[in-house]
């Protein structure tokens, strides 16, 4: 059905952004990222795509491209900027750890 709906609409992030959470869920991170990456296509500055695209990369151990990802966010979306710094915080403090355990 979501598929369906970027096909009807392919300018409608929140589907791209729903299809890739749904991969994700499902275990099929490629699918995932390519969703995510169109979602991005559509609106690199939209705030749902700097933060769940983000916390998809963490997941993914992408860090650097995570923080860029929550940097864009704080950046162009100052009234959501705690949430974006928190992110970034709590981003570096896995990055560090899993560094750690390398």
Not at 45 to 50: E, G, H, K, N, V
Not at 67 to 94: D, M, N
Request: charged share 25%.
């Amino acid at each position: 059905m979501l598929e369906e709906a970027v096909m009807i609409d392919p300018m409608y992030q929140a589907a791209f952004i729903n299809l890739a959470k749904t991969y994700f869920a499902t275990g099929n991170r490629q699918k995932a990222q390519e969703y995510f990456e169109q979602a991005a296509d559509i609106d690199a500055y939209s705030a749902d795509i700097c933060r769940v695209y983000g916390e998809f990369l963490v997941m993914q151990k992408q860090y650097d491209q995570a923080l860029q990802w929550f940097e864009v966010g704080e950046t162009y979306h100052p009234s959501k900027a705690e949430q974006y710094q928190q992110l970034q915080e709590e981003t570096k403090r896995i990055q560090q750890g899993s560094r750690h355990n390398q």
